[in-house]
């Protein structure tokens, strides 16, 4: 099979999606290409489903100007297009006077980044809202929520296939080549040889695979600083009736390098809670959760929700994080550019799209498609 593409996407989750759904108004040659049999079955349906408000990213970095757009174009999507969502809010427990200036940092930062209606409160104000929570002073982010993603991705799905782009499932890029007009790409269908195509924009959507298809295409990504590094977070569910002591999404203070968020309480759009995700770095991707680990969760937990009993948690799940920032390292940003300056105009990467990548999904997909505007 030989076909010529305007643009390809490599990766089905809820980025490339995202990114989908925005181009085919530039093109209608749009294709999305994905290895698994399915939309969604990695780091997309592995996460805690927040929409986050934008209050721990650095200012100006990608992470936080496209977090804030992304929390107000998701909230607006969902109400349009029927997506399941609730805008629950969240509290950012400090248990110390140091915690205390730790939120007030966090307060300035967020306000500067843009994140919405910021409110500290005192130990009197956060009971009243939050009686079983226990802690000395709380931030509040009335804008944090969570959503339904994997209703956002067939929504995503249903305008790019509105606007004529094509979902290929069961096909893995394995070969990236530099032509005259754009890309020769090749791709292995169900571990086979399968076809190769060429394109005129190619679109690296890959999640933890992303540095693998930067190196496909010809990058150094140690030079490139594009090397990932897997970030393992765990999940414990709560059960025994406990998912009705909290209305809102409880956190901790972070700690200074963000390389969590710290081990908080989520819950869905059924109530159900669920504490993680923890944060530990590892060399393969494997989902398993080591219950082990349940001691460490409960008493992370229990100094903020004192009524959590050790007997309450059960293992639930575990997502990857693709990061850029080593262990011990400082925050990174998201990588998202066109690489004309590694002589690979049109091949654009996105890097290391860990948190806040689904809030920001139709933010970036709006930057996305002004980086191609020039190309096409
Ligand atoms: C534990 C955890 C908690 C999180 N919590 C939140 C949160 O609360 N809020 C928030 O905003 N964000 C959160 N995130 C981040 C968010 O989940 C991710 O940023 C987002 O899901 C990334 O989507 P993606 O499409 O880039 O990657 P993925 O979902 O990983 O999709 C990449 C796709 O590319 C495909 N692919 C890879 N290689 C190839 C190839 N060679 N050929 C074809 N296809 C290929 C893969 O099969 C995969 O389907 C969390 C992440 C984790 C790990």
Redesign the pocket.
Known sequence: MQFKSDIAI????????AVAAQVVSQSRAVYV????ER??????????????SGIYYPYDSLKAKL?VEGNSLLYEICRKHGIGYKKLGKLIVANSDEEVEQLRGLQERGKRNGAKSLKMLSKREMKKLEPNVEGVAALLSPWTGIVD?HGLMQHYIARAKDGGANIVYK????GIEKVADGYGVT?EEDGRKGFSFTTQVLIN??????D??AELAGIDIAKAGYKLHYCK?EYFSVGNGKNRMVERLIYPVPEPKVTGVGIHV?LDLEGRMRL??SVEYVDSIDYSVDTRHKEAFYESARKMLPFIEYEDLEPEM?????KLQGPGEDIRDFVIRDESDKGLPGFVN?IG?????????PAIARYVARLIEGVL
């Open positions: 490599i990766g089905a989750g809820v980025v490339g999606l290409l994905e290895k698994n939309f969604g079955l990695e780091t997309s349906s592995r996460h805690s489903g927040v929409i986050h977090c993603s096909t893995k890029v394995a791709v959507c890959a999640g933890l695979y992303c693998r298809i977070g989520t993680g995700p575990a997502g990857i994080r693709p996105l799209i860990e948190s806040p990548g689904l809030t920001s999904s």
